[in-house]
């Protein structure tokens, strides 16, 4: 049965099928091919991974993120974090990474975040003397790193799948970010050192206030947001029907960058980026869910135990292999099927499951952009009219620097856990 | 004919608009009723869930219209192009026999569903289930398009 539905989805993918159906025929195969089950079994897998609260939380932070997705508001955040570090050597870049960690805790879609922040900010860069490939890396670089800065979307799956709180797993995603950020920067000042970049000049205090009051209004939604669930007042869904409401008013009555006239494309296009996530998600469930029957999981397993390997070697190895599957695949698909196949093990060697989450998703988010087929990258370098090649090379020190990081969060599981159990999570 | 297609495009995208306001609306009357109000909606749960399965299932059509869904095209590029048009209908027929059985089994749960109702406000859960046949369908009939368009082999981006 599973050697039948492996065939069938890698012989579609190659051939440009799009990865939900691969998943759904390579399902309807493997079941009709073993002929046990009734074949109804598949309308009752995805109904049951669908219809959950949790999921709602998907729609409305990519609708509030499309609301909130104006060039306007990307400028405001990198104008802040300059504010604050942007007289160091390199100022300019490491403020694109603050601005991009602040950025993604509205977007909660990493493309999203590339396309804002990388069209803002990759002139500007280039102007102060950065490479153009290595403006793209530094943008690239901080996207990957943003994946962990909820809300984010896989980070809701993720949940929903290993049956996690969502709550728990964004606010876990604070430090491990500030991890990847902090490893980035370090690379970032040598590199402005070694190209000979001079630091910019610091800012008069005026303008610090200035630039802060400017970003007052992007920096409410997230506010709002970890507000609201931190103190308990709402569940991440509802907070993102707030964030909503939020994200509309100011698009449409304070910016007004917004008309009423773009709604419908705007709502559109998240409906068919919730479906896209959606479909797959459902689909996949009937692959994990014959994947658990042939008890894969227990052969998992059982292989961990015969190389004797420990929960740090099984965190680095499922790290690697989301960073491949996520450059190949875009991540999402690899976690919807993988991670219910792997849970078991993650519960057998006493992982928590909320670190576990947590790596899976830092992984997922390098993969996407890990050189030369990452995602992320090619469209970073389509913003930036790069080609793929150069800013391969220039990426490559960057997706160490990540891996480093993703390597210290593995280690010291203390920076996951810590916050959502300071609240009670 | 053409009439009847853009009539039925523009209706599904419309469906996801409401659907979606619907859900965003239906969310925030929840919160707005459990602190303003202090007697929490019971239906706003259930009617969001609802609301979602059939916004993902009509808004997985529209994708396929509109392409939104992921797939992996890189090699299907390099593919010569007399065995390139013969490639690129391996997708439609993909859909057409995944969609198939959505339409089948599905429609057997939602006849089953007649018989079961949500917890609270008692829906019957035919109406839930309906999505999925419902979607299928409407799947089928996008991918039954894309197999008969007329594309020059550069268009399948």
Redesign the interface.
């Given at each position: 049965m599973i050697t039948i539905a492996i065939s069938v989805f890698l012989g579609?993918?190659?051939?440009?099928?799009?990865?939900?159906?691969?998943i759904?025929?390579a399902g309807?195969a493997g079941l009709v091919w073993h002929g046990g089950f009734p074949?109804?079994v598949?309308?009752?897998q995805?109904?049951q991974s669908?219809?959950?609260?949790v999921?709602?939380a998907i729609?409305?932070f990519v609708?509030a993120g499309m609301l909130m997705e104006t060039g306007g508001i990307a400028i405001r955040l990198v104008h802040l974090a300059q504010a604050f570090i942007g007289w160091i050597r390199g100022g300019l870049a490491m403020a694109v990474v603050v601005a991009e960690y602040i950025f993604s805790g509205i977007s909660g879609s990493t493309i999203a975040d590339v396309s804002a922040i990388g069209g803002t900010m990759i002139p500007p860069m280039t102007r102060a003397g950065y490479r153009p490939a290595q403006a793209v890396s530094i943008v690239a670089a901080a996207s990957a790193m943003g994946i962990l800065v909820p809300p984010c979307i896989l980070m809701i799956v993720l949940g929903a799948i290993a049956n996690v709180s969502v709550a728990a797993l964004f606010v876990a995603g604070f430090l491990p970010a500030v991890v990847l950020a902090l490893a980035i920067m370090v690379y970032i000042y040598f590199d402005a050192r070694r190209s000979g970049i001079a630091p910019p000049q610091r800012m008069p205090i005026a303008d610090i206030a200035e630039a802060f009051k400017r970003a007052i209004i992007p920096l409410g939604l997230p506010a709002i947001i970890f507000g609201g669930i931190l103190g308990g007042?709402?569940t991440p869904?509802?907070a993102?029907?707030?964030a909503?409401?939020y994200a509309f008013v100011v698009g449409v009555f304070v910016y007004r960058e917004i008309k009423w006239q773009d709604l419908?494309a705007i709502?559109?296009r998240?409906?068919?980026?919730?479906?896209?996530v959606?479909?797959?998600l459902?689909?996949a469930a009937v692959i994990a869910w014959m994947l658990a029957v042939a008890q894969v999981p227990q052969a998992i397993l059982a292989s961990m135990q015969a190389v004797s390997a420990g929960p740090i070697s099984f965190l680095i190895l499922s790290a690697i292999l989301f960073i491949l599957l996520g450059a190949?695949?875009?991540g999402?698909?690899a976690v919807v099927i993988l991670v219910p196949t792997f849970l078991p093990v993650v519960k057998q060697m006493n992982i928590d499951l909320i670190h576990y989450s947590i790596v899976v998703t830092a992984a997922t988010g390098i993969g996407l952009f890990l050189p030369p087929?990452g995602v992320g990258l090619f469209v970073s370098c389509g913003i930036a009219g790069v080609s793929i090649d150069k800013a391969s090379r220039e990426m490559l020190p960057y997706i160490w620097m990540l891996m480093f990081g993703l390597l210290i969060v593995i280690m010291f599981p203390w920076l996951t856990l810590v916050l959502p159990r300071l609240f009670h999570l | 004919m053409r009439l009847a297609k853009t009539l039925l495009d523009k209706s599904l995208?419309?469906t996801?608009?409401v659907?979606?306001?619907v859900?965003?609306v239906d969310?925030?009357l929840?919160?707005f009723s459990r602190?303003v109000l202090a007697r929490t909606f019971v239906w706003y749960?259930e009617v969001?869930?609802a609301c979602?399965?059939w916004?993902?299932?009509?808004?997985?059509a529209?994708?396929v219209r509109?392409r939104?869904?992921?797939?992996?095209?890189?090699?299907?590029e390099l593919v010569p192009d007399p065995f390139k048009q013969a490639?690129?209908l391996?997708?439609p027929l993909?859909?057409i026999?995944?969609s198939g059985?959505?339409v089948?089994?599905?429609w057997?749960?939602t006849i089953?569903g007649a018989s079961q109702s949500t917890a609270v406000i008692g829906m019957p859960m035919s109406w839930?289930?309906a999505s999925?046949p419902t979607g299928g369908l409407l799947i089928a009939y996008y991918a039954l398009l894309l197999l008969f368009e007329k594309r020059d082999t550069k268009a399948?981006a």
């Open positions: 579609l993918l190659l051939l440009g099928v799009p990865v939900a159906f691969c759904g025929a309807l074949l109804i598949i309308i009752q995805i109904h669908v219809d959950s609260f999921l709602l729609p409305l609708f007042v709402v869904t509802e993102a029907a707030l909503v409401l419908p709502m559109i998240s409906s068919v980026v919730t479906a896209a959606c479909f797959l459902a689909v190949v695949l875009e999402l698909p087929i | 995208e419309w996801c608009i659907l979606l306001a859900i965003a969310l925030l929840g919160v602190y749960d969001a869930r979602f399965m916004l993902v299932f009509i808004g997985s529209v994708a509109l939104g869904h992921f797939g992996l095209n890189v090699l299907v490639v690129l391996i997708t993909t859909m026999v995944f059985a959505l089948r089994f599905g057997d749960l089953h839930i289930y999925i399948h």
